[in-house]
């Protein structure tokens, strides 16, 4: 009996060395725009592209970018989620399934969008609430960009009026993808 429990014990402390943490900007569930719940601890190990999203903005045109990044670099890893908010002018103001289909027909977006969520400091879902505190920015309006390393410890926020495929944003997420995640390994 001893040696069982030692065993399921040893068993235990080796998968969770092996499995890495979920770093905290990522450590949320959150319902996608279908309303199945989804772990973004799904995305450790990616660089992540957080957008505050609407159909009906001056920014919407911005979908083009984002699917347009989505497809250059996803498979060196950047992933970009889109979270749908009706926080700003009432610019989005129909459902998931209005706005999925929306986003689907006018700019053939495939990349992960979430169902709709409030970004403002009144009402910020989690994620958002914690990449207003790790960046000391907030959403002024649609179309922010939060910008998340491979180790899901460091975020760029960039201002709605950045276009996705800017310089500057292009640079920042390069730069993260050449860059080889953090790890660190018991007793160092």
């Avoid at 009996?1 to 569930?29: E, G, V």
Wanted: aromatic residues 8%.
């Amino acid at each position: 009996m001893k040696t069982a429990l030692l065993l399921s014990t040893l068993m235990l402390a080796a998968t969770a060395q092996a499995a890495p943490a979920c770093p905290s900007l990522l450590n949320h569930t959150l319902k996608d725009i279908d309303g199945s719940m989804q772990s973004l601890c799904a995305y450790a190990g990616k660089v992540v592209l957080v957008v505050n999203t609407a159909s009906q903005c001056g920014y919407t045109g911005q979908y083009k970018g984002l699917q347009a990044l989505h497809e250059k670099y996803g498979k060196q890893g950047l992933v970009v989620l889109g979270f749908p908010a009706n926080d700003f002018g009432g610019q989005e103001p129909g459902s998931n399934a209005t706005i999925k289909d929306f986003c689907e027909s006018h700019y053939q977006v495939d990349f992960p969008l979430f169902s709709k969520v409030g970004v403002t400091a009144a009402n910020a879902n989690p994620l958002h609430e914690g990449l207003a505190k790790a960046t000391g920015e907030r959403p002024r309006w649609n179309f922010h960009k939060y910008l998340i390393d491979r180790s899901g410890t460091r975020a760029l926020s960039f201002a709605s009026r950045v276009d996705p495929e800017s310089k500057e944003i292009v640079q920042a997420l390069e730069s993260m993808l050449n860059a080889s995640p953090t790890l660190t390994k018991a007793g160092q």
